[in-house]
């Protein structure tokens, strides 16, 4: 990548419609964003991969946490670059059943989101992927919230988004993060 291709990345602002987003789902679908429609927010949790065990707990916690956010009509779905093999047994090994999860999420579509990608340093890491992010998406297809992570660890909290849905859901809270 050229210096000037790193610097036309997305400034994505919240108010402004979101990236397109169509990925393939283990449920054999294409995934489209713009086909979604949630009462308040589709909440798009993009993760590492396979080889990641934060992840595994991350997604695990998701899953453990999606009908309280369905309850408040958020509609989720966690994505990665892995391949479908690997993908599948991300899947089993934490035992998802019920989050829907997208694959072959590839580099381009990355950066249109504005993630930030990483070259594996480690033999269990992929040679390029995404760093951990968080989405919420109103109904109009307007990005509302993001967090966009650049370690492992950079990740918010399910219990704390929860907590601050409860609170801005009935408020009918404005944008933030709507200038650069």
Not at 23 to 51: C, E, S
Not at 94 to 117: K, S
Not at 155 to 180: Q, S
Request: with cysteine.
């Amino acid at each position: 990548m050229t210096q000037s291709e790193k610097t036309t990345s997305p400034k994505l602002l919240m108010g402004n419609l979101a990236p397109v987003l169509e990925v393939k789902t283990l449920n054999g679908t294409i995934w489209k964003l713009a086909d979604q429609t949630p009462n308040n927010y589709t909440m798009i949790v993009f993760y590492r991969g396979l080889h990641c065990p934060i992840c595994e707990q991350y997604i695990t916690d998701l899953e453990q946490k999606l009908d309280a956010f369905q309850k408040l009509g958020v509609e989720a779905i966690a994505i990665s670059g892995d391949s479908l093999e690997k993908t599948q047994q991300f899947q089993q090994q934490a035992n998802i059943q019920n989050t829907t999860i997208g694959y072959d999420f590839t580099p381009d579509d990355m950066r249109r989101w504005g993630l930030y990608l990483t070259k594996g340093h480690f033999e269990s890491e992929p040679a390029l992927f995404s760093e951990p992010a968080v989405f919420l998406i109103k109904p109009d297809g307007r990005l509302y919230f993001a967090n966009i992570g650049t370690h492992p660890f950079s990740r918010v909290d399910f219990a704390f988004l929860l907590k601050g849905l409860e609170y801005i859901i009935p408020r009918n809270y404005p944008f933030r993060g709507t200038e650069w």
